[in-house]
């Protein structure tokens, strides 16, 4: 096993999936809140704009919006998200559009959550925010989103630990992470891939179990008890 650390970058790729896992599980937080206030707006077509995403993004293949983010964003749209003039503009463009369809995917998981936690809120706060005069945006603000985030902090862990696993969809545009070692693995030397597969599961182990415990002791601890 130790052979595949010097004929292979694992260590680079193991970085690229960190990156892509935090960095896409930030933007589906931002993005899965929004859509989450748009499912919960009084305006009819605000909820209908909210419920749309999630029914489209929860629906549609994972491995599907990554393509597209790569086929029609870059190649039919034309739209570069690094520098072309950078020796490492493919890399760079190919994460970054990785990124967009994690984060675009995983948002509306991150909105289902939250709606999950936000059912957990007793209805008479909504009634009693209101009755005091603030607007809706100041009782989502004060009230009810610090109280669903507490609510939800389980279910978007495992939102957080799906992510993390399916990043690895991402070789399909070329990312180097870690599935990308197992494909590198497989063309140049198929007798180490039992233990490139073991090495790449122990590392997934790595990132995904300590998330799991401490998202449950997190949970435990900020959990309203009602």
Not at 80 to 88: G, I, Q, Y
Not at 163 to 177: R, S
């Amino acid at each position: 096993m130790t052979s595949l650390f010097s004929e292979f970058d694992i260590w680079a790729a193991f970085w690229t999936t960190i990156k892509l896992t935090l960095l896409s599980g930030i933007g589906s937080l931002i993005l899965g809140t929004i859509v989450a206030v748009l499912r919960l707006s009084p305006v009819r077509i605000l909820r209908f704009f909210g419920t749309s995403y999630v029914n489209i993004f929860r629906n549609t293949p994972l491995t599907l919006i990554i393509l597209s983010c790569s086929f029609v964003l870059y190649i039919q749209l034309g739209l570069k998200l690094a520098n072309d003039s950078d020796p490492n503009f493919a890399n760079s463009n190919t994460f970054r559009l990785a990124w967009i369809g994690l984060t675009v995917y995983h948002a509306s998981y991150v909105c289902e959550s939250l709606r999950a936690g936000v059912n957990t809120i007793p209805l008479g706060q909504a009634e009693a925010a209101r009755s005091i005069g603030l607007t809706f945006a100041q009782s989502m603000r004060e009230i009810i989103l610090p109280q669903a985030f507490r609510g939800a902090v389980v279910p978007l862990g495992n939102t957080l630990i799906a992510l993390t696993k399916n990043t690895t969809v991402a070789v399909v545009i070329g990312v180097n992470e870690l599935s990308a070692v197992l494909k590198s693995v497989t063309e140049r030397d198929p007798g180490s891939l039992n233990a490139a597969f073991l090495l790449i599961g122990l590392l997934f182990v790595l990132l995904t179990l300590p998330t799991g415990l401490s998202i449950g002791v997190l949970g435990r601890r900020v959990a309203v008890k009602r």
